[in-house]
């Protein structure tokens, strides 16, 4: 199983140490040079320990870059323009990948490109849902999964109170 990914997904993973678990979810991920420029080249410029451990992801080769067309980014662009938003390069890009390359999963946290790629007929999944899909498939326990949405919040990643409620709800139901 393959998913498309934008650079969020990537990032907050690998700041928790835990991209391995994207593995085991994903043998296959997909991404966009945006993206690659967005969480690795420029996050190995300022020395991110995120980027490196992403670029050494690249290396093994489970994930890959890959060139989008035009064509698949112009309906990505049609769809922002009817919702009146503005997605960044490496959201947009990753919707287009995900379209073309017929992959059903696109990984991301933000909710504009959420919601793009749900309308375009993809399904969009953020990093609760990867904590959550590691629980139940034995990839990862359930406090591994609540010290890494600590970690996450701990370092900027932003969640309403209602959302951080239901994820340890879910969590809990496992």
Same mark, same amino acid.
């Given at each position: 199983?393959?998913?498309?990914?934008?650079?969020?997904?990537?990032?907050?993973?690998?700041?928790?140490?835990?991209?391995?678990?994207?593995?085991?979810?994903?043998?296959?991920?997909?991404?966009?040079?945006?993206?690659? =420029?967005? +969480?690795?080249?420029? #996050?190995?410029?300022? @020395?991110? %320990?995120?980027?490196?451990?992403?670029?050494?992801? !690249?290396?093994?080769?489970?994930?890959?870059?890959?060139?989008?067309?035009?064509?698949?980014?112009?309906?990505?662009?049609?769809?922002?323009?009817?919702?009146?938003?503005?997605?960044?390069?490496?959201?947009?890009?990753?919707?287009?990948?995900?379209?073309?390359?017929?992959?059903?999963?696109?990984?991301?946290?933000? =909710?504009? +490109?959420?919601?793009? #790629?749900?309308?375009? @007929?993809? %399904?969009?999944?953020?990093?609760?849902?990867?904590? !959550?899909?590691?629980?139940?498939?034995?990839?990862?326990?359930?406090?591994?999964?609540?010290?890494?949405?600590?970690?996450?919040?701990?370092?900027?990643?932003?969640?309403?109170?209602?959302?951080?409620?239901?994820?340890?709800?879910?969590?809990?139901?496992?």
């Amino acid at each position: 199983m393959a998913a498309s990914s934008d650079a969020g997904p990537l990032i907050w993973l690998a700041k928790c140490d835990i991209l391995h678990l994207l593995r085991k979810l994903y043998p296959q991920v997909l991404i966009p040079e945006a993206v690659h =420029e967005e +969480a690795v080249s420029r #996050g190995l410029e300022k @020395g991110f %320990e995120d980027a490196k451990i992403i670029e050494k992801a !690249l290396e093994e080769e489970w994930i890959r870059v890959h060139t989008t067309s035009t064509q698949f980014t112009d309906k990505v662009e049609a769809v922002e323009k009817r919702l009146d938003i503005e997605l960044g390069s490496g959201e947009r890009e990753a919707i287009a990948l995900a379209l073309e390359k017929k992959i059903p999963t696109f990984l991301t946290n933000d =909710e504009d +490109a959420y919601q793009t #790629g749900k309308i375009l @007929g993809l %399904e969009p999944k953020g990093v609760l849902f990867l904590l !959550l899909k590691g629980v139940k498939e034995g990839h990862h326990n359930k406090e591994k999964a609540k010290e890494s949405l600590r970690k996450m919040l701990e370092e900027g990643f932003w969640l309403s109170p209602t959302i951080i409620h239901k994820f340890h709800e879910a969590l809990a139901r496992l």
